[in-house]
């Protein structure tokens, strides 16, 4: 993983952006106006976070199975309240 702090452009970037090899993610997104050689130029500033592909789809998988064990504490929980 790579983080860009302070990435500009003068679109607004995607959220996800999808690659053969590499998934981006855009967060933070502001929309600035900065001066650039005597002029004003309306932009957008955010950070960007670089992941390999396989780096990316572990971490979605790690998310996964966090969301899946809390799901099944919520079920336990809701059962010795007698709510489900």
């Known amino acids: 993983m790579k983080t860009y702090n302070s990435t500009y452009s003068t679109i607004e970037p995607p959220k996800i ?3 053969a090899t590499k998934v981006f ?3 933070n997104i502001q929309e600035i106006e900065r001066e650039v050689e005597d002029t004003i130029e ?25 969301i899946e ?3 099944e504490e919520l079920r336990a929980a809701k059962i010795l309240l007698g709510v489900e």
Request: with cysteine; proline share 0%.
């Open 42 to 66: 309306h932009c957008y500033q955010y950070t960007l976070t670089e992941y390999d592909k396989d780096e990316y789809l572990a971490i979605l998988s790690q998310n996964q199975q966090d």
């Open 25 to 27: 993610l855009a967060t």
């Open 69 to 71: 064990a809390l799901q």
């Open 17 to 19: 952006d999808i690659t």
